[in-house]
């Protein structure tokens, strides 16, 4: 069975500011005493730069990332762009993006073909909605969103699944440990379909309400190999516990 080390991710969203990145010297601490894990965080695109200067230990990454290396695009960031200012995770795909900026599957793909050509560690997110899960369509909608998201090429960057259920994310819900189970396992199931030996291989995160209370059992569930973690990823008293939690799990 292939051995995966557990991956933690904080998620910043729109939030966080130069003060706030004095929470990264604590977290950097915690991640080097939790020699088993790995540790990022993804700030807003204005804090990658200083974030990597002050916790080169941890990995620094943007929340998203466009598809195209430079152009006409107003607002937006490149994977060159997050590159030279230190980040070494894109996440892509993320339900509020494809929410709010109405992402396709096909848009996360190019974003997450274009951060894993560079060599980034990219995360593709996905997940149902509340009424989907009631619909009893939850595996089916993940299982098309990585048909449609995960590109078939993994280049040279490490391709990362976040499954984060849509009504988990900032609201205090957690998904069982059964049904988690049951999607991580969907989830596995379809990467070793496409990548074989190498999708035994690649790390398939939780997210959604992860806290210091409930990481434990979440690690404990097969196929769990860490978590990508929003609100309780803005302050190191939050987040050190999840890490530990991490580093304490088989
Ligand atoms: P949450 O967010 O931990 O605040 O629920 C998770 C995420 O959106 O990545």
Same mark, same amino acid.
């Given at each position: 069975?292939?051995?995966?080390? /557990?991956?933690?991710?904080?998620?910043?969203?729109? @939030?966080?500011?130069?003060?706030?990145?004095?929470?990264?010297? +604590?977290?950097?601490?915690?991640?080097?005493n #939790? #020699?088993?894990?790995?540790?990022?965080?993804?700030? !807003?695109?204005?804090?990658?730069?200083?974030?990597?200067?002050?916790a +080169?230990?941890?990995?620094?990454?943007?929340?998203?990332?466009?598809?195209?290396?430079?152009?006409?695009?107003?607002?937006?960031?490149?994977?060159p762009?997050? /590159?030279?200012?230190?980040? /070494?995770?894109?996440? =892509?795909?993320?339900?509020?993006?494809?929410?709010?900026?109405?992402?396709?599957?096909?848009?996360?793909?190019a /974003?997450?073909?274009?951060?894993?050509?560079?060599?980034?560690? =990219?995360?593709?997110?996905?997940?149902?909605?509340?009424?989907?899960?009631?619909?009893d369509?939850?595996?089916?909608?993940? $299982?098309?969103?990585?048909?449609?998201?995960? !590109?078939?090429?993994?280049?040279?960057?490490?391709?990362?699944?976040?499954?984060? !259920?849509?009504?988990?994310?900032? $609201?205090?819900?957690?998904?069982?440990?059964?049904?988690v189970?049951?999607?991580? $396992?969907?989830?596995?199931?379809?990467?070793?379909?496409?990548?074989?030996?190498?999708?035994?291989?690649?790390?398939?995160?939780?997210?959604?309400?992860?806290?210091?209370? @409930?990481?434990?059992?979440?690690?404990?569930?097969?196929?769990?190999?860490?978590?990508?973690?929003?609100g309780?990823?803005? =302050?190191?008293?939050?987040?050190? +516990?999840?890490?530990?939690?991490?580093?304490?799990a088989?």
């Amino acid at each position: 069975m292939a051995v995966r080390r /557990k991956l933690i991710v904080g998620n910043w969203k729109m @939030n966080g500011s130069l003060a706030a990145l004095a929470e990264l010297d +604590p977290m950097a601490a915690a991640a080097a005493n #939790c #020699c088993d894990v790995d540790v990022g965080i993804c700030p !807003p695109f204005t804090l990658v730069a200083p974030a990597a200067a002050r916790a +080169p230990s941890l990995a620094i990454g943007g929340q998203d990332c466009h598809a195209a290396e430079s152009g006409a695009h107003t607002g937006c960031v490149s994977v060159p762009m997050l /590159k030279e200012a230190g980040a /070494k995770i894109a996440i =892509t795909g993320h339900s509020e993006r494809r929410a709010d900026q109405h992402e396709s599957n096909e848009d996360v793909r190019a /974003k997450a073909l274009s951060a894993l050509s560079a060599g980034l560690l =990219t995360i593709v997110c996905v997940g149902e909605s509340a009424a989907q899960r009631d619909a009893d369509e939850a595996v089916a909608v993940v $299982t098309a969103q990585l048909a449609g998201s995960v !590109p078939d090429e993994t280049q040279t960057g490490e391709l990362v699944v976040a499954y984060e !259920p849509i009504w988990a994310i900032g $609201t205090g819900k957690v998904a069982t440990p059964a049904d988690v189970a049951e999607m991580h $396992t969907a989830i596995r199931a379809h990467l070793r379909s496409r990548f074989g030996a190498e999708g035994e291989g690649m790390r398939i995160l939780y997210g959604g309400s992860v806290k210091a209370d @409930n990481a434990a059992e979440l690690f404990a569930v097969p196929d769990v190999d860490g978590a990508l973690v929003g609100g309780a990823s803005l =302050t190191a008293a939050q987040f050190v +516990p999840i890490i530990e939690a991490a580093a304490s799990a088989k």
